[in-house]
């Protein structure tokens, strides 16, 4: 058995091409390299839009009884924001990287359907136009409001004809359900991919633990986004054939709305943070000059992760007033989560102690990560406890809360994994010193907005207002919000700027800029169509060590 | 390195992954059930609070040889895969067929149901809470039976054309787990609204 990889230098074929050619080619795409690419840059896109959004909501807030925009074009703001970060930001860029990476790091050469994948990114491509053209198409009724309004939860009975006429929810609702369907069909191809393409030898105890976060957080997309499907489907009963699931004058209950919502949306945060860990899994090792510490531990913590997650999801509702069992019931389940991941970030600590840390840039995004995701778990601990929500429930304590989570956890591990991967994916690495500049931008804008974002909370501010009195304490605050988020935006336009500009004019990468040990970097940059020239096999779970190290292999270990 | 070595073996040790559509087909089963799951729940939760009638006590009745129908047919389509795998073509249609002819009486019995249910006694999707959960559960599924109509129907018109042989029996046999699903699916339906619900 010998582990061989063969490398191609891919000719440049782009060359005198039309560009009418070169699109129709990424438009009829069934290449998992190009999806992914595809999918990555139609979330930055995105990332960029509903940045915008942000940062108008955050001129409102500045000061107290700010004019900026009119309340009605707050609320879509914040709804558009919302919904934008999560469903066309959040779950099309990590499903971006998986797309990407997982066939690559198992060593097959495509997903097991690639027409299935294609289809998949043109639904959720197709959910991101149709949440936008609410802004030309969503004016039903005279004065009725184009785009959504009603908050990415979408509470019955905002969402009841009488409440939201016009079409404005009839785009959330649909864009919603079809991003919902391409989602579930990438899940269903990362699980076949994963199960039935890995190259010889690549048991499931030698997965890179990349591939194992991507498919349990798979799974749990087949379980956690087909309900808010279900929701979304009987909204539209509601809304189109008079029904009466979430009217409460017919004997319907918005209660169930809710649950049915949460029910999607608290594990919806670990089908985000999932992919986040697998980045880290991934950069850390690499950058300490270690294997990671205890794979079996956490590939066991990540299921715990997916199973417990899946019964938190009432701890968004203490505040409607359950009765004490559940109250208890739903405070124990969500303090649990604190010890699968407390044992991941011992894992990543364990894996960066008494190694030679590089710190490069994708390393200083997850070292952020590490300590940012902690203090978010924290003050995750503080909400889980029912008498704590109670209150600070619906406050910027919450928003600070999760915000930390998806920011300070989720992408700075994504910056981190785009400073990892870019060279793979364009063959030029960004550069070291802008991304330093990006990464310290960044911090300090993050800090800046989400550290004192807790404080207006604390005093009571609360969240999707669109203005607020002075004389509460809350405008000298409000406004160092609005300065950091500036600044996160500036850092963003770095961030932009790096990218394409090293695209052109990168240091060429090589193979593996970063002496890494996973498959994917035993190829070319980019990649040749066909990823291996012969399937590799592999003998442990770090096939590009036991190649450069044949006289000290890892499979002798493992 | 000691004196003991042990020898490679030459030849790879066989490497056999599971098929890849059937991998994809228990995914979408696992996906299709939360989705049921959720209208079931809804279905349950609004028992007994509808404001207005009709009741279901009042206007349901068990469709019991429908449901027959519908789970013998996976009975057929079980032995008309078994009989592809063997290369009994003949037999492999004929109960293919009987599938189809299974499913879509099914399917009539719904229709007749919904039709006496609307000009008999006034019920419809916006009548009251019952309504509602009626028509979404016992719709959903009857879409389900219905995509998975059209699926039979293709895979009858390829075995007509003679297409259809031993090499396609993964293909079906994906094919035949849906089937299985939506009348497993039925049985839960069945349970929750013409038993539990009354």
């Not at chain 1, 539209?236 to 004058?249: A, E, I, K, P, S």
């Not at chain 2, 098929?19 to 696992?30: E, N, P, S, T």
């Amino acid at each position: 058995m010998s582990t061989q990889v063969i490398a191609i230098e891919t000719a440049q074929q782009n060359v005198g091409k039309p560009w009418t050619e070169t699109v129709h080619e990424w438009v009829t795409t069934v290449d998992h390299k190009r999806l992914g690419v595809l999918y990555i840059v139609y979330a930055l896109f995105y990332l960029v839009v509903a940045g915008i959004e942000a940062l108008i909501i955050r001129i409102q807030l500045m000061h107290a009884h700010n004019n900026f925009v009119s309340p009605e074009v707050f609320n879509r703001m914040f709804t558009m924001h919302g919904s934008t970060m999560i469903f066309f930001v959040g779950i099309p860029v990590l499903f971006g990287f998986a797309n990407y990476l997982i066939p690559l790091m198992i060593g097959a050469r495509d997903m097991a359907f690639p027409r299935l994948n294609a289809f998949s990114f043109w639904l959720t491509a197709l959910g991101g136009f149709l949440l936008y053209f609410s802004f030309l198409g969503g004016n039903g009724l005279y004065g009725a409001g184009n785009a959504p309004d009603v908050s990415w939860w979408a509470y019955a009975p905002l969402t009841a004809k009488a409440f939201s006429p016009g079409h404005s929810s009839d785009y959330w609702t649909i864009a919603i359900l079809v991003a919902g369907f391409g989602t579930i069909g990438a899940s269903i191809n990362i699980i076949a991919t994963v199960l039935s393409m890995r190259c010889p030898g690549m048991r499931l105890g030698r997965m890179p633990l990349l591939v194992w976060l991507n498919v349990v957080m798979s799974g749990m997309v087949l379980i956690v986004v087909t309900p808010l499907s279900a929701a979304q489907l009987m909204l539209l009963v509601d809304r189109y054939l008079g029904g009466h699931f979430f009217d409460t004058q017919a004997g319907g209950s918005a209660t169930l709305w809710m649950h049915f919502f949460w029910i999607f949306g608290h594990p919806e945060v670990y089908v985000l943070v999932l992919p986040a860990f697998a980045f880290i899994s991934e950069i850390v090792p690499v950058f300490s000059r270690k294997p990671i510490f205890g794979y079996p531990v956490m590939v066991a913590a990540t299921i715990f992760i997916a199973f417990v997650s899946m019964s938190v999801w009432a701890h968004h509702m203490f505040t409607i007033g359950m009765n004490s069992y559940a109250n208890s019931f739903f405070t124990i389940t969500s303090m649990c989560v604190g010890i699968p991941t407390g044992i991941k970030i011992f894992n990543w600590l364990g894996t960066m102690w008494g190694g030679r840390i590089q710190f490069k840039t994708p390393m200083l995004f997850c070292i952020g990560f590490l300590f940012q995701f902690l203090i978010a778990g924290l003050t995750g601990i503080m909400l889980a406890s029912s008498p704590f929500d109670w209150q600070l429930s619906y406050s910027y304590f919450v928003v600070a809360h999760f915000h930390y989570v998806i920011v300070g956890g989720i992408l700075f591990a994504l910056f981190g994994a785009f400073y990892y991967w870019y060279p793979k994916i364009t063959g030029r690495m960004l550069s070291e010193s802008l991304g330093k500049l990006h990464f310290w931008l960044f911090f300090i804008g993050f800090h800046l907005t989400f550290d004192v974002m807790h404080i207006p909370g604390i005093l009571g501010m609360p969240r999707r207002i669109y203005t607020y009195e002075p004389q509460r304490g809350w405008d000298t605050l409000n406004l160092i919000v609005t300065i950091g988020a500036f600044i996160q935006a500036i850092a963003i336009l770095v961030f932009v700027w790096d990218l394409v500009v090293s695209y052109f004019k990168g240091a060429k990468a090589g193979n593996d800029p970063w002496d890494a040990w996973t498959l994917e970097w035993s190829v070319s940059s980019p990649p040749p169509a066909y990823n291996f020239a012969s399937v590799p096999t592999v003998a442990s779970r770090r096939p590009l060590w036991d190649l450069k190290h044949p006289e000290d292999p890892d499979s002798r270990y493992e | 390195m000691s004196a003991l070595t042990i020898p490679i073996p030459e030849i790879a040790p066989p490497w056999t992954l599971p098929d890849r559509g059937k991998v994809a087909m228990a995914c979408l089963i696992i996906a299709e059930s939360a989705i049921f799951t959720i209208f079931v729940v809804a279905y349950l939760f609004y028992v007994g609070k509808s404001l207005t009638g009709p009741q279901p006590s009042d206007v349901l009745e068990t469709p019991i040889f429908y449901t027959i129908c519908l789970l013998s047919s996976s009975i057929t389509i079980h032995l008309a895969g078994k009989f592809l795998e063997r290369g009994k073509q003949t037999a492999f249609l004929g109960l293919w067929c009987l599938t189809f002819v299974l499913g879509a009486m099914f399917l009539f019995g719904t229709g007749q149901e919904w039709h006496r249910l609307i000009y008999e006694h006034g019920l419809t999707i916006s009548t009251n809470l019952f309504g509602t959960a009626y028509y979404s559960l016992v719709g959903l599924h009857a879409f389900h039976v219905t995509v998975g109509l059209l699926m039979l129907a293709i895979v009858l018109i390829f075995g007509l054309a003679g297409r259809v042989g031993v090499e396609q029996a993964g293909r079906v046999g994906v094919l035949s787990m849906y089937w299985h699903f939506v009348d497993v699916v039925w049985v839960v339906v069945f349970s929750v609204v013409y038993i539990l619900g009354r």
